[in-house]
């Protein structure tokens, strides 16, 4: 490494932020620019490991560490410091063909698997590859560059999230003909209606989505395949097909009163929101508002965090997350947590921050689950009904167990559930016959992706489940490589 002293000289320092009181005002960007050499000297904190373990993704209990796409990391840390920034962007491009998703909306988990983080702040890693790919496109280096070539073969890829969009790209690449049919009126998946303008903006989908149309990706919305679109027909004009719908199946709550009217998903929050946003600057009203309510958000993710920073926005009256954990404390565990697993410590996101600048307070309650839904005379949601419980692990086994005396009644008029996701809608599934696995994902090996109908291949979240942005671009190359082979009998992939 250029700098084998960086880790010691410099402290951390992530992508900074505009003030909360301030950015819940608008709905731009939440974060502020580095300075070029701010992000040079973060580079320089990278340690040149013999043995890195950023780059190198993998499960540990369930929970992912390092980075499943093996982004070349300690190489463009390197070239930053150096100030070889067209180079660290060819490096970030070579694992990676959306370096600015995963440098925005990624929890990052090759950071938890740093090792500078076994004894000090790890590595601004998300922060570093977010400026690689700004200055990629602030200096005109990240343009088109469609195939010399084509194959004669077509490929209809049903999806346009990450997962989608990788497959694509990568295909298109290969030289085949590649179609990709969403059935929203937007491309991007979640990345565009799942994760809010503030946090993700639709510009820098949309400046990626252009230079895939301009290499000869072709984009069809507003089209549901099995709905819209007969399956078969795709079956007959194309010569493979990619499913990677996501798993948008909602998980309920089976609590009394959850039929309750003000009690909503939080992705169609998410989803309505943005649409609105974007077609009109919410001026048509066709969203779920939060001003002027008591909100409560149950679910302690990234998601319900989202919901957060939304409601604010919408100038709500009071907001509370139910997080059904206990707080955790600022350090991993070293007996139940150790490094490179992933830190699971308490953390303060961008939406506690603006919630507490608003309202003066941290948003969140810990350790609290809903007991039931309480509704007025006309069935809209009044209040909602709690109990404090204690998390514990017995015989190898998540054991809940309710706290007597800590009883509460909570007032909300709007509720919004963000527990995560069951798996893929069953439709499209039904009529192309798939198999699948017990938790309704479709059945198709990792590695290989085929599924049991002939040139039928599924990734991303429909085949693995609920995941990460990282996983479903790691699928999504990957799922590229073996269509490439079933169409050519080989591949040059990566």
């Known amino acids: 490494m250029g700098n084998h002293t960086g880790f010691m000289q410099y402290e951390r320092q992530t992508q900074p932020e505009r003030g909360p009181t301030e950015r819940i005002k608008d709905w731009r960007d939440y974060t502020a620019s580095f300075t070029t050499q701010d992000i040079q000297v973060q580079g320089a904190r990278c340690m040149g490991c013999g043995v890195p373990t950023c780059h190198v993704g993998m ?12 982004h070349l990391i300690p190489e463009w840390n390197h070239l930053v410091y150096e100030g070889k920034w067209q180079e660290a962007l060819y490096r970030a491009h070579a694992k990676n063909n959306f370096p600015e998703f995963t440098g925005i909306a990624c929890p990052a988990p090759c950071e938890g698997a740093c090792v500078l983080g076994i004894n ?53 690449q290969a030289g085949h003909e590649v179609t990709v049919f969403e059935r929203e009126d937007r491309i991007g998946g979640l990345l565009t209606y799942g994760i809010p303008e503030m946090k993700l903006s639709y510009q820098v989908v949309k400046r990626r989505v252009d230079i895939l149309e301009q290499e000869g990706v072709h984009f069809i919305t507003n089209t549901e395949v099995g709905k819209d679109i007969p399956v078969e027909k795709l079956r007959s004009e194309y010569d493979a097909i990619i499913l990677a719908t996501g798993a948008t199946v909602h998980r309920t709550m089976p609590v009394e009163g959850n039929n309750l009217k003000g009690i909503h998903y939080a992705m169609d929050f998410l989803h309505q929101n943005t649409k609105s946003l974007l077609d009109s600057g919410l001026e048509d009203n066709n ?44 350090e991993r565990d070293a007996t139940s947590n150790p490094w490179p697993q992933y830190p699971i410590i308490h953390r303060v996101e961008y939406g506690h921050k603006e919630a507490a600048g608003k309202l003066g307070r941290d948003p969140r309650a810990f350790a609290v689950m809903t007991t039931k839904f309480v509704g007025d005379e006309t069935g809209h949601i009044k209040e ?32 919004l559930i963000a527990i995560g996701f069951t798996g893929p809608e069953q439709g499209l599934l039904d009529q192309l016959n798939l198999e699948r696995n017990p938790n309704t994902t479709v059945k198709a090996t990792y590695g290989d992706y085929q599924t049991n109908v002939e040139g039928v291949f599924s990734a991303g979240d429909m085949r693995r489940g609920q995941s990460l942005i990282v996983w479903a671009i790691h699928e999504g190359r990957e799922v590229a490589r073996e269509c490439d082979r079933y169409l050519m009998g080989e591949t040059d992939l990566p």
């Open 287 to 330: 969203y779920i508002s939060a001003k002027d309510k008591n909100v409560i958000v149950i679910g302690g993710g990234d998601t319900g965090t989202d919901c957060l920073a939304t409601a604010v926005r919408h100038n709500c009256k009071s907001l509370t997350q139910f997080d059904i954990y206990e707080k955790k404390g600022t």
């Open 384 to 415: 909602v009904h709690t109990i404090n419980v204690r998390n514990k692990i017995e015989n190898g086994r998540r054991i809940r167990e309710e706290i007597k005396g800590t009883e509460q009644i909570w007032p909300a008029d709007l509720v």
């Open 59 to 70: 499960e540990i209990n369930g929970v992912t560490t390092g980075c499943p796409l093996n």
């Open 120 to 172: 000090e702040p790890p590595v601004a890693i998300r922060s570093i590859e977010r400026a690689i790919v700004e200055k990629g496109f602030e200096e005109g280096w990240i343009t088109a560059n469609p195939p010399e070539k084509r194959t004669g073969r077509r490929v209809a890829v049903v999806g346009s999230g990450p997962a989608g969009l990788a497959a694509a790209a990568q295909l298109n």
